[in-house]
């Protein structure tokens, strides 16, 4: 099964970090995407570059900004195969964010 492992942080997470551990957390996340059961990954532009958008009424709405004015904003994701939640969850654990303030939510995937 697939799972989404989002992570949300508060923006500028890692400017308090020294040179050392910005650079150990980088090789951590590159490390995961490296790992075989790795479907794909991403990580996002800050939040202040997002555009939402809705239809109401056959018109289209866009707003400036992300869809929640929230302290942890949606960072990046990772797609994982894994054979079930707890090994997902283990992975999961594995994201530098979640042990530097931050929170991944682990969700499974809708197969097609």
């Known amino acids: 099964m697939q799972y989404a492992?989002?992570?949300?942080?508060?923006?500028?997470?890692?400017?308090?970090?020294?040179?050392?551990e910005r650079e150990s957390a980088r090789a951590e996340f590159l490390a995961l995407a490296d790992d075989a059961r790795c479907v794909g990954h991403a990580q996002l532009q800050p939040a202040e570059t997002a555009t939402c958008v809705r239809v109401a009424g056959?018109?289209?709405?866009?707003t400036d900004g992300p869809f929640a004015d929230t302290k942890e904003?949606?960072?990046?994701?990772?797609?994982?195969?894994?054979?079930?939640?707890?090994?997902?969850?283990?992975?999961?654990?594995?994201i530098p964010a979640a042990r530097l303030g931050g929170v991944?939510?682990?969700r499974p995937v809708v197969a097609p």
């Open 5 to 20: 492992l989002m992570i949300y942080t508060e923006p500028g997470y890692h400017e308090v970090l020294s040179e050392a």
């Open 58 to 62: 056959g018109r289209t709405l866009m």
């Open 104 to 106: 991944v939510e682990v």
């Open 73 to 94: 904003v949606l960072g990046g994701v990772y797609l994982f195969e894994a054979a079930n939640l707890d090994e997902a969850i283990e992975l999961a654990a594995r």
